[in-house]
Structure formats: C-alpha cells, structure tokens
C-alpha cells in the first residue's frame, strides 16, 4: 500500500471523526464498488425544479422535497485512481430563495 495512500485514508478517517461525513470510509475504483458495500436507506432529497413560466415568460421554479431511496457514489480523490465512498444523504441540499432573480437558472426537470 503506497504512502499517498495511507496518508489519504488517514485524512478522511480524520474528517470522519469530526463528523464532517458518514462514518464508513469504503475506498473505491467505480460507482458499482459503492453500491456493492454501502447499503441504500431511505431519505428525504430536495432539488430546485421548474414549475412552468411566469407571464412574461420567465421560467418559475420551487423547491420540492421526495422521498425516495439514496445510494451512494464513488468520488474520485483527485491525482488518484480511487476514490471513497460518498452516501448520497451527505450531499448538502440546494439553497432556495425566492427573491433571487437566478434561482431558476440551476432548476432541473420534475424528476417523476
């Protein structure tokens, strides 16, 4: 095991116990790598969605919350090959704010 690499792991196990992510490091190659260890669990997420069009044409959007399952993702450590397992849970969810001109500019499809 390369020194990059224990140095890596022991960084994330550091963030770990300040609790700035999940508590299981899994290190990973693909996405199916996580899926395979980390088990899904049900969750709440949240998006900016588009809701149609303002009289004058603008798009109009709000912010929708679901529930549904949450996985999880391989992130790449950048200048490696691996990365670790990220839940999807972890994800900070978006910022809504009505009175932003550009809120709708990131508003994505109605995902059902």
Request: net charge negative; charged share 20%.
């Amino acid at each position: 095991m390369s020194i990059k690499l224990l140095l890596t792991i022991f960084v994330l196990m550091s963030n770990f116990a300040f609790g700035q992510t999940s508590p299981t490091l899994e290190i990973c190659m693909t996405h199916g790598d996580c899926q395979d260890r980390v088990p899904v669990e049900e969750g709440v997420k949240c998006y900016i969605v588009k809701t149609g069009t303002t009289p004058s044409g603008k798009q109009s959007c709000s912010q929708r919350c679901y529930t549904s399952k949450l996985g999880s993702y391989c992130k790449p450590i950048q200048g490696e090959d691996f990365g670790y397992c990220k839940h999807e849970k972890d994800i900070p969810e978006p910022t809504f704010d009505a009175n932003d001109p550009n809120q709708c500019d990131t508003a994505i499809d109605l995902p059902f």
